[in-house]
């Protein structure tokens, strides 16, 4: 943004995610800031998802389909939950918006992922994950894009008008 430029009537707020259990709730207040509140909770509880797992729990891609094809994803999901290294992870999500604009950011505490291979993806093939980044992609959004390091996701959209 340009040095001295005025955003009218803007709007910010911050919010804080953990654990798996959060997710439903926060990305249901977060999409009552769009136009289509349902359409774009998928995506935002896809993101959400994705920032717990992938971010701060370190769960790669492989290692997550062969979980679930075992049935054994929501069991180390919790114990990754307890480990001293992941415990006290957290998801910061800001939300700002104008009377025309949302933009949402979700920043994780993990190392990143390569984000470019998945951005152009339109269709995930027959393993069991891998759907997330994809189904927030075609829930509405303007843009999706990522930081450099890819633990830090921005959405925009049309603002929901009261």
Same mark, same amino acid.
């Given at each position: ?26 990305? @249901? +207040? ?11 909770? =998928?995506?935002?509880?896809? !993101? ?14 492989e290692t997550k389909a062969a979980l679930l094809r075992h049935g054994e994803w929501e069991r180390e999901i919790?114990?990754?939950? @307890? +480990? ?11 939300? =700002?918006?104008?009377?025309? !604009? ?29 759907r997330g980044l994809l189904i927030a992609k075609n829930c509405g959004f303007q843009r999706i894009s990522f930081n450099r390091a890819g633990n830090k996701v921005t959405c925009v959209a049309t603002?929901?008008?009261?």
């Amino acid at each position: 943004m340009r040095k001295g430029v005025i955003l009218p009537n803007l709007e910010t707020r911050n919010l804080v995610l953990k654990t798996l259990d959060e997710v439903p709730d926060v990305s @249901s +207040l977060l999409a009552r800031h769009l136009p289509d509140p349902l359409k774009f909770r =998928v995506g935002l509880y896809e !993101l959400l998802v994705n920032a717990i797992e992938h971010g701060n729990l370190g769960l790669g891609y492989e290692t997550k389909a062969a979980l679930l094809r075992h049935g054994e994803w929501e069991r180390e999901i919790k114990r990754r939950m @307890s +480990l001293p290294e992941y415990r006290n992870r957290k998801v910061d999500i800001s939300i =700002v918006r104008n009377h025309r !604009l949302c933009c949402i950011e979700i920043s994780d505490q993990g190392k990143g992922f390569c984000w470019k291979k998945y951005m152009d993806r339109i269709d995930c093939g027959p393993t069991p994950n891998g759907r997330g980044l994809l189904i927030a992609k075609n829930c509405g959004f303007q843009r999706i894009s990522f930081n450099r390091a890819g633990n830090k996701v921005t959405c925009v959209a049309t603002a929901q008008t009261s």
